[in-house]
């Protein structure tokens, strides 16, 4: 009985690293695309049809954002994306009546933890907008904590930096080493 409870857990624990992963690998794959989208486009902006795509290398690639508030929509989208993957993954092990009792806790832990990096999430963008910044995008997990964000007239500064980390570190238990900030550029 025991050697299943810990397979049980072990697999509810590889779960959550391959979610936790994968929302890191997604992430940071937009982030690539939208910086290769906006480097080789090779229709003009006139040519283009609203929402046509294009086959590039062999795979199908949207639309590049052409605005800044259109890139961080696409940021959010795919944010909202992977995590609602990755909690459809959990509830599946929550409602599994072959899973065990520790299995659907550990579940629920997930579950809980990607609700709570939501709302904290949504709390530092809401204080970075504040600071006068015209948009962000905040993504948390547990290396860190990166800030997209949409730069003021004449790019971000270290007292930008200084601002928003100022913000993360006070809502967060997050180490100042480990906040990337990112000035988003379109174009």
Do not use: H
């Not at 080789?40 to 690639?61: A, E, F, H, P, Y």
């Not at 696409?74 to 990755?86: F, G, I, P």
């Not at 629920?108 to 933890?113: L, P, R």
């Amino acid at each position: 009985m025991k050697i299943k409870k810990r397979t049980a857990i072990a697999a509810v624990v590889a779960l959550l690293v391959c979610t936790a992963v994968y929302l890191d690998w997604s992430y940071q794959k937009g982030l690539q695309a939208d910086r290769a989208v906006g480097e080789q486009q090779s229709i003009s902006d006139d040519d283009r049809v609203m929402g046509q795509l294009d086959l590039v290398n062999g795979t199908v690639k949207p639309e590049a954002p052409t605005s800044l508030s259109a890139y961080f929509a696409q940021l959010r989208l795919t944010r909202q994306k992977a995590r609602d993957e990755a909690i459809s993954m959990l509830e599946k092990t929550t409602n599994d009546e072959a899973a065990s009792k520790e299995a659907k806790e550990i579940a629920v832990s997930g579950i809980t933890m990607i609700a709570g990096n939501a709302v904290t999430e949504a709390r530092i963008e809401g204080l970075i907008l504040s600071k006068g910044y015209a948009d962000c995008a905040v993504f948390l997990n547990e290396e860190g904590i990166s800030i997209v964000v949409a730069p003021p007239e004449g790019g971000l500064k270290s007292e930008d930096a200084i601002r928003i980390k100022d913000i993360v570190v006070s809502e967060t238990d997050v180490s100042v080493n480990n906040i990337r900030i990112i000035e988003a550029r379109i174009g």
